[in-house]
Protein backbone atom coordinates (compact mmCIF):
# COMPACT_ATOMS: atom_id res chain seq x y z
CA UNK A 1 0.00 0.00 0.00
CA UNK A 2 1.13 3.81 -1.04
CA UNK A 3 1.58 5.71 2.36
CA UNK A 4 1.92 9.44 2.87
CA UNK A 5 3.13 10.59 6.16
CA UNK A 6 2.47 14.64 7.39
CA UNK A 7 4.75 15.58 10.16
CA UNK A 8 4.00 18.46 12.10
CA UNK A 9 6.35 19.26 14.97
CA UNK A 10 10.25 19.73 15.43
CA UNK A 11 12.87 16.74 16.51
CA UNK A 12 13.36 16.53 19.61
CA UNK A 13 10.74 18.75 21.08
CA UNK A 14 7.49 16.61 20.50
CA UNK A 15 7.68 12.48 19.90
CA UNK A 16 5.92 13.08 16.96
CA UNK A 17 8.95 12.85 14.47
CA UNK A 18 10.23 9.52 16.33
CA UNK A 19 6.54 8.20 16.00
CA UNK A 20 6.20 8.99 12.55
CA UNK A 21 9.85 7.86 11.80
CA UNK A 22 9.22 4.03 13.70
CA UNK A 23 6.03 4.15 11.88
CA UNK A 24 7.42 4.84 8.27
CA UNK A 25 10.11 2.54 9.40
CA UNK A 26 7.66 -0.28 9.92
CA UNK A 27 5.81 0.15 6.77
CA UNK A 28 8.85 -0.42 4.45
CA UNK A 29 10.00 -3.59 6.00
CA UNK A 30 7.11 -4.92 5.66
CA UNK A 31 6.73 -4.03 2.00
CA UNK A 32 4.48 -0.99 1.98
CA UNK A 33 5.74 1.96 0.23
CA UNK A 34 6.13 5.88 1.72
CA UNK A 35 5.58 7.88 -1.31
CA UNK A 36 6.15 10.98 0.71
CA UNK A 37 6.88 12.50 3.83
CA UNK A 38 5.68 16.16 3.87
CA UNK A 39 7.13 18.59 6.95
CA UNK A 40 4.97 21.05 7.82
CA UNK A 41 4.95 24.14 10.89
CA UNK A 42 7.48 23.61 12.93
CA UNK A 43 8.11 19.99 10.90
CA UNK A 44 10.71 21.27 8.88
CA UNK A 45 13.18 21.78 11.45
CA UNK A 46 13.47 17.91 11.02
CA UNK A 47 15.66 18.94 7.45
CA UNK A 48 18.30 20.63 9.83
CA UNK A 49 21.74 19.50 8.88
CA UNK A 50 23.54 21.75 11.95
CA UNK A 51 21.64 19.19 13.64
CA UNK A 52 24.19 17.47 16.08
CA UNK A 53 22.95 15.45 19.15
CA UNK A 54 24.64 14.35 21.73
CA UNK A 55 26.11 10.96 21.14
CA UNK A 56 24.29 9.12 22.96
CA UNK A 57 20.77 10.34 21.56
CA UNK A 58 19.56 9.36 18.72
CA UNK A 59 19.96 11.44 15.53
CA UNK A 60 16.11 12.40 14.29
CA UNK A 61 17.37 13.66 11.02
CA UNK A 62 20.25 11.29 9.59
CA UNK A 63 17.53 8.70 10.55
CA UNK A 64 14.55 10.21 8.47
CA UNK A 65 17.66 10.52 5.75
CA UNK A 66 18.53 6.60 6.40
CA UNK A 67 15.05 5.46 5.27
CA UNK A 68 16.46 6.56 1.36
CA UNK A 69 12.63 7.86 0.43
CA UNK A 70 12.83 9.03 -3.22
CA UNK A 71 10.75 8.97 -6.09
CA UNK A 72 11.51 6.72 -9.16
CA UNK A 73 13.85 9.40 -10.42
CA UNK A 74 15.47 9.52 -7.66
CA UNK A 75 14.80 13.03 -6.05
CA UNK A 76 13.93 13.05 -2.19
CA UNK A 77 10.17 12.38 -1.11
CA UNK A 78 11.38 13.99 2.03
CA UNK A 79 9.46 17.43 1.51
CA UNK A 80 10.14 20.23 3.42
CA UNK A 81 7.08 23.44 3.28
CA UNK A 82 8.79 26.13 1.47
CA UNK A 83 6.73 28.91 3.28
CA UNK A 84 6.82 27.20 6.74
CA UNK A 85 10.65 26.83 6.60
CA UNK A 86 11.66 30.34 4.96
CA UNK A 87 9.50 31.60 8.06
CA UNK A 88 11.87 29.15 10.43
CA UNK A 89 15.37 29.87 9.00
CA UNK A 90 15.00 26.40 7.07
CA UNK A 91 16.94 27.04 3.63
CA UNK A 92 18.26 24.99 1.02
CA UNK A 93 20.77 26.82 -1.55
CA UNK A 94 18.44 28.53 -3.99
CA UNK A 95 16.47 29.80 -1.23
CA UNK A 96 19.41 31.40 0.45
CA UNK A 97 20.62 32.34 -2.68
CA UNK A 98 17.83 34.17 -3.86
CA UNK A 99 17.82 35.97 -0.64
CA UNK A 100 21.06 37.20 0.20
CA UNK A 101 22.10 34.56 3.17
CA UNK A 102 25.42 33.73 3.85
CA UNK A 103 25.05 29.63 4.47
CA UNK A 104 22.07 27.16 4.18
CA UNK A 105 21.22 24.26 5.79
CA UNK A 106 19.02 21.34 4.45
CA UNK A 107 19.90 18.14 4.60
CA UNK A 108 20.80 16.69 1.08
CA UNK A 109 17.96 13.95 1.74
CA UNK A 110 15.40 16.15 1.79
CA UNK A 111 13.79 19.17 -0.62
CA UNK A 112 12.07 22.22 -0.01
CA UNK A 113 8.30 22.64 -2.37
CA UNK A 114 5.46 24.05 -1.69
CA UNK A 115 1.93 23.15 -0.07
CA UNK A 116 0.58 21.65 -2.77
CA UNK A 117 2.81 18.53 -2.43
CA UNK A 118 1.22 17.91 0.65
CA UNK A 119 -2.34 18.05 -1.23
CA UNK A 120 -1.10 16.11 -3.76
CA UNK A 121 0.19 12.80 -1.38
CA UNK A 122 -3.54 13.36 -0.11
CA UNK A 123 -4.56 12.25 -3.43
CA UNK A 124 -1.80 10.09 -4.76
CA UNK A 125 -1.47 7.79 -1.61
CA UNK A 126 -4.10 5.30 -0.12
CA UNK A 127 -3.51 6.55 3.04
CA UNK A 128 -2.46 9.46 4.68
CA UNK A 129 -1.50 9.70 8.52
CA UNK A 130 -0.66 12.66 10.41
CA UNK A 131 1.64 13.01 13.20
CA UNK A 132 1.63 16.17 15.20
CA UNK A 133 1.10 17.86 18.48
CA UNK B 1 -11.25 4.48 9.86
CA UNK B 2 -8.54 4.47 12.26
CA UNK B 3 -8.57 7.67 15.02
CA UNK B 4 -5.05 7.91 17.00
CA UNK B 5 -5.15 9.63 20.09
CA UNK B 6 -1.57 11.28 21.41
CA UNK B 7 -3.15 13.15 24.54
CA UNK B 8 -3.57 12.09 27.82
CA UNK B 9 -6.68 12.83 29.07
CA UNK B 10 -5.76 14.77 32.09
CA UNK B 11 -3.72 16.92 29.55
CA UNK B 12 -6.44 17.71 27.03
CA UNK B 13 -9.78 16.65 25.83
CA UNK B 14 -8.63 15.05 22.46
CA UNK B 15 -10.16 11.22 23.62
CA UNK B 16 -13.06 13.10 24.15
CA UNK B 17 -13.49 14.85 21.16
CA UNK B 18 -12.45 11.36 19.23
CA UNK B 19 -15.00 9.10 21.07
CA UNK B 20 -17.90 12.03 20.81
CA UNK B 21 -17.98 11.21 17.28
CA UNK B 22 -16.45 7.82 16.23
CA UNK B 23 -18.73 5.89 14.49
CA UNK B 24 -19.70 2.08 15.49
CA UNK B 25 -17.41 0.60 13.21
CA UNK B 26 -13.83 2.71 13.94
CA UNK B 27 -11.26 1.85 16.78
CA UNK B 28 -9.23 3.65 18.59
CA UNK B 29 -5.29 3.82 18.69
CA UNK B 30 -3.36 5.81 21.66
CA UNK B 31 -0.07 6.49 21.26
CA UNK B 32 2.55 8.67 22.69
CA UNK B 33 1.12 10.40 25.47
CA UNK B 34 -2.14 8.55 24.61
CA UNK B 35 -1.00 5.25 26.14
CA UNK B 36 -1.95 7.12 29.40
CA UNK B 37 -5.58 6.75 28.40
CA UNK B 38 -4.94 3.12 28.66
CA UNK B 39 -4.09 2.57 32.24
CA UNK B 40 -6.75 1.65 34.84
CA UNK B 41 -7.79 5.54 35.59
CA UNK B 42 -10.35 7.74 36.59
CA UNK B 43 -11.46 8.38 32.98
CA UNK B 44 -11.26 4.46 32.25
CA UNK B 45 -15.20 4.38 31.80
CA UNK B 46 -14.97 6.80 28.44
CA UNK B 47 -13.81 3.53 26.36
CA UNK B 48 -14.49 0.63 28.56
CA UNK B 49 -17.71 -0.17 26.42
CA UNK B 50 -15.43 0.63 22.98
CA UNK B 51 -12.64 -1.61 24.88
CA UNK B 52 -15.18 -4.58 25.65
CA UNK B 53 -15.76 -4.56 21.62
CA UNK B 54 -11.96 -4.87 20.98
CA UNK B 55 -11.58 -1.42 19.19
CA UNK B 56 -9.45 -0.03 21.20
CA UNK B 57 -5.68 -0.54 21.18
CA UNK B 58 -2.55 1.38 22.39
CA UNK B 59 1.00 1.29 21.20
CA UNK B 60 3.60 -1.19 23.16
CA UNK B 61 6.52 0.48 23.25
CA UNK B 62 5.00 3.88 24.16
CA UNK B 63 2.96 1.83 27.17
CA UNK B 64 6.17 0.38 28.27
CA UNK B 65 8.17 3.30 28.38
CA UNK B 66 5.60 5.04 30.41
CA UNK B 67 5.77 2.24 32.76
CA UNK B 68 2.04 1.38 32.66
CA UNK B 69 2.24 -1.99 31.45
CA UNK B 70 0.96 -3.92 34.52
CA UNK B 71 -1.46 -0.99 34.94
CA UNK B 72 -3.65 -1.64 31.66
CA UNK B 73 -7.64 -0.94 31.54
CA UNK B 74 -9.63 -4.37 30.41
CA UNK B 75 -9.41 -5.68 27.00
CA UNK B 76 -6.92 -3.17 25.17
CA UNK B 77 -5.02 -4.50 22.62
CA UNK B 78 -0.94 -3.95 22.38
CA UNK B 79 0.56 -3.51 19.29
CA UNK B 80 4.10 -2.68 17.67
CA UNK B 81 4.41 -0.43 14.54
CA UNK B 82 4.17 -2.58 12.57
CA UNK B 83 0.77 -3.33 14.18
CA UNK B 84 -0.01 0.18 13.65
CA UNK B 85 0.66 -0.03 10.08
CA UNK B 86 -1.65 -3.12 9.93
CA UNK B 87 -4.51 -0.96 11.54
CA UNK B 88 -3.76 2.06 9.18
CA UNK B 89 -4.58 -0.77 6.09
CA UNK B 90 -7.58 -2.19 7.69
CA UNK B 91 -9.07 0.66 8.73
CA UNK B 92 -8.60 3.10 6.28
CA UNK B 93 -8.87 7.13 6.84
CA UNK B 94 -6.85 7.48 9.61
CA UNK B 95 -7.78 10.70 11.84
CA UNK B 96 -5.00 12.27 14.43
CA UNK B 97 -6.84 13.85 17.45
CA UNK B 98 -3.80 16.19 18.38
CA UNK C 1 -6.89 11.17 -14.08
CA UNK C 2 -10.13 13.26 -12.34
CA UNK C 3 -9.48 11.46 -9.14
CA UNK C 4 -11.62 13.65 -6.49
CA UNK C 5 -11.07 12.72 -2.61
CA UNK C 6 -12.82 14.14 -0.05
CA UNK C 7 -10.37 15.86 2.53
CA UNK C 8 -11.24 17.07 5.65
CA UNK C 9 -9.44 19.54 7.73
CA UNK C 10 -10.11 19.22 11.30
CA UNK C 11 -9.33 22.37 12.99
CA UNK C 12 -9.36 22.31 17.16
CA UNK C 13 -7.47 25.17 18.38
CA UNK C 14 -8.00 28.61 18.55
CA UNK C 15 -5.92 31.02 16.07
CA UNK C 16 -3.02 32.59 18.06
CA UNK C 17 -1.52 30.72 20.65
CA UNK C 18 -0.25 28.54 18.40
CA UNK C 19 0.60 28.67 14.57
CA UNK C 20 -1.72 25.67 14.04
CA UNK C 21 -4.58 28.16 12.74
CA UNK C 22 -3.02 29.86 10.04
CA UNK C 23 -0.95 27.12 9.11
CA UNK C 24 -4.00 24.96 8.36
CA UNK C 25 -5.33 27.94 6.48
CA UNK C 26 -2.77 28.02 4.36
CA UNK C 27 -2.99 24.58 3.31
CA UNK C 28 -6.76 25.14 2.63
CA UNK C 29 -6.22 28.30 0.09
CA UNK C 30 -3.63 25.69 -1.33
CA UNK C 31 -6.17 23.19 -1.45
CA UNK C 32 -8.52 24.53 -3.75
CA UNK C 33 -6.39 24.77 -6.74
CA UNK C 34 -6.68 21.34 -6.85
CA UNK C 35 -10.65 20.61 -6.76
CA UNK C 36 -11.01 18.33 -4.23
CA UNK C 37 -13.86 18.16 -2.06
CA UNK C 38 -13.36 19.90 1.01
CA UNK C 39 -14.39 20.43 4.25
CA UNK C 40 -13.79 22.24 7.34
CA UNK C 41 -14.64 21.21 10.78
CA UNK C 42 -14.42 23.53 13.83
CA UNK C 43 -14.34 21.41 17.33
CA UNK C 44 -13.39 22.31 20.66
CA UNK C 45 -11.72 25.38 20.74
CA UNK C 46 -11.03 25.92 16.94
CA UNK C 47 -14.65 27.23 17.33
CA UNK C 48 -12.71 30.43 18.07
CA UNK C 49 -10.71 30.75 14.63
CA UNK C 50 -14.15 31.92 12.46
CA UNK C 51 -15.87 33.96 16.12
CA UNK C 52 -16.54 37.74 14.75
CA UNK C 53 -14.77 40.25 16.11
CA UNK C 54 -11.10 39.37 16.77
CA UNK C 55 -8.88 42.41 16.28
CA UNK C 56 -4.70 41.92 16.84
CA UNK C 57 -3.81 45.22 17.20
CA UNK C 58 -2.85 44.70 21.00
CA UNK C 59 -0.71 41.43 20.30
CA UNK C 60 1.60 42.42 17.02
CA UNK C 61 0.04 39.23 15.03
CA UNK C 62 -1.72 39.48 11.49
CA UNK C 63 -5.35 39.15 11.69
CA UNK C 64 -5.91 36.11 9.21
CA UNK C 65 -10.11 35.69 10.27
CA UNK C 66 -10.89 37.82 7.49
CA UNK C 67 -9.07 35.85 5.11
CA UNK C 68 -11.97 33.20 5.95
CA UNK C 69 -14.21 35.51 3.70
CA UNK C 70 -12.71 34.37 0.57
CA UNK C 71 -12.73 31.16 1.30
CA UNK C 72 -16.04 31.17 -0.68
CA UNK C 73 -14.68 32.39 -3.77
CA UNK C 74 -12.42 29.18 -4.08
CA UNK C 75 -15.71 27.26 -3.70
CA UNK C 76 -14.95 25.88 0.01
CA UNK C 77 -18.20 26.10 1.50
CA UNK C 78 -18.50 23.55 4.03
CA UNK C 79 -17.56 25.07 7.21
CA UNK C 80 -18.97 22.51 10.00
CA UNK C 81 -19.06 23.80 13.12
CA UNK C 82 -19.61 21.25 16.24
CA UNK C 83 -23.02 22.44 17.96
CA UNK C 84 -21.86 21.19 21.38
CA UNK C 85 -18.15 22.53 21.52
CA UNK C 86 -19.73 26.35 20.55
CA UNK C 87 -22.66 25.73 24.01
CA UNK C 88 -19.62 24.34 25.83
CA UNK C 89 -18.40 27.88 25.18
CA UNK C 90 -21.12 29.50 25.55
CA UNK C 91 -21.15 30.94 21.86
CA UNK C 92 -24.06 30.20 19.51
CA UNK C 93 -24.54 30.46 15.56
CA UNK C 94 -24.67 34.58 16.01
CA UNK C 95 -21.24 34.54 17.10
CA UNK C 96 -19.81 33.14 14.29
CA UNK C 97 -18.37 35.34 11.06
CA UNK C 98 -20.99 35.38 8.41
CA UNK C 99 -19.22 33.55 5.66
CA UNK C 100 -21.04 33.30 2.31
CA UNK C 101 -21.05 31.55 -1.20
CA UNK C 102 -22.55 31.81 -4.41
CA UNK C 103 -23.98 28.83 -5.37
CA UNK C 104 -23.68 28.75 -8.91
CA UNK C 105 -26.37 26.13 -9.27
CA UNK C 106 -29.25 28.67 -7.79
CA UNK C 107 -28.64 31.55 -10.05
CA UNK C 108 -25.66 32.81 -7.69
CA UNK C 109 -27.53 32.90 -4.75
CA UNK C 110 -25.61 33.88 -1.40
CA UNK C 111 -25.94 31.24 0.49
CA UNK C 112 -24.16 30.68 4.42
CA UNK C 113 -21.06 28.33 4.45
CA UNK C 114 -21.30 27.92 8.05
CA UNK C 115 -23.34 24.45 8.69
CA UNK C 116 -23.62 24.34 12.45
CA UNK C 117 -23.55 20.48 13.51
CA UNK C 118 -24.27 18.25 16.74
CA UNK C 119 -21.59 15.25 17.20
CA UNK C 120 -23.80 12.74 15.91
CA UNK C 121 -24.16 14.34 12.51
CA UNK C 122 -20.68 15.50 12.72
CA UNK C 123 -19.97 11.08 13.13
CA UNK C 124 -21.55 10.90 9.54
CA UNK C 125 -19.89 13.43 7.14
CA UNK C 126 -16.17 12.49 9.46
CA UNK C 127 -17.16 8.34 8.57
CA UNK C 128 -17.30 9.82 4.60
CA UNK C 129 -13.51 11.27 4.56
CA UNK C 130 -10.77 10.07 2.46
CA UNK C 131 -7.99 12.14 3.91
CA UNK C 132 -8.13 13.91 7.05
CA UNK C 133 -5.53 16.39 7.72
CA UNK C 134 -5.71 17.75 11.75
CA UNK C 135 -4.69 20.92 12.88
Same mark, same amino acid.
Given at each position: ????????????????????????????????????????????????????????????????????????????????????????????????????????????????????????????????????? | ?? /?????? !????????????????? !??????????????????? !????????????????????????? !????????????????????? /???????? | ???????????????????????????????????????????????????????????????????????????????????????????????????????????????????????????????????????
Amino acid at each position: MKFAIQVNEGPYQHQASDTAFQFAKAAIENGHEIMRVFFYHDGVNNASSFTLPPQDDRHVVNNWASLDIKDADGNPELVVCVAAALRRGMLDESEATKNSIEGNNLHPAFRISGLGQLIEAGIQSDRLVVFGD | ML /HTVNKS !SFERNSLQSCVNIIDDT !SVILFIEDGVINAANNSKS !SMIADLAAQGRVFALQGDVEARGIS !SKLADNIKLVDYAGFVDLVVE /HGTAVSWV | MATTKKFMYLNRRSSFGTVYAIESLEVVLIAAAFEQDVSLAFIDDGVYQIVEGQNTDGIGMKNFSKTFHALGDYDINKLYVSKESLEERGLSESDIMPLVYEDEDDDWAEKSSIKVVSNDELKAIMSEQDVCLSF
